[in-house]
């Protein structure tokens, strides 16, 4: 069974940083794409960033330049380096790995969420 844990979420001040991690845990084969997602209050889920296996990333206009994604393929985690927070980066942010386990092909697995808030 495989689960994805996410820590880091917080409150900090418009200006400030912080880094969310990721990290799955089971059994599986291997991992894809991962990704990070958010949903602030009213809106829908929207993409933000994600990397490659091989490391080549992509970023959603309004983050490019402030946040910056990695993986750890040898501890099978994501972290979201998040600098020059903005209130409107306020929202609970969502990890998601594309897994291969032994029994299915590539499969969307999701954390739990982590909320992240930017006020003075």
């Known amino acids: 069974q495989v689960q994805l844990v996410e820590s880091g979420g917080g409150l900090v001040q418009p200006g400030g940083s912080l880094k969310l991690s990721c990290a799955a845990s089971g059994s599986f084969l291997s991992i894809g794409v991962m990704g990070w997602y958010r949903q602030a209050p009213g809106k829908q889920r929207e993409w933000v960033a994600l990397?490659?296996?091989?490391?080549?990333?992509n970023y959603a206009q309004d983050v490019k330049g402030r946040f910056t994604i990695s993986r750890d393929n040898a501890n099978n985690t994501v972290s979201l380096q998040m600098n020059s927070l903005k209130p409107e980066d306020t929202a609970v942010y969502y990890c998601?790995?594309?897994?291969?386990?032994?029994?299915?092909?590539?499969?969307?697995?999701w954390g739990q969420g982590t909320q992240v808030t930017v006020s003075s």
């Open positions: 990397i490659a296996p091989g490391g080549i990333t």
């Open positions: 998601d790995f594309k897994i291969k386990t032994y029994d299915t092909g590539f499969l969307d697995y």
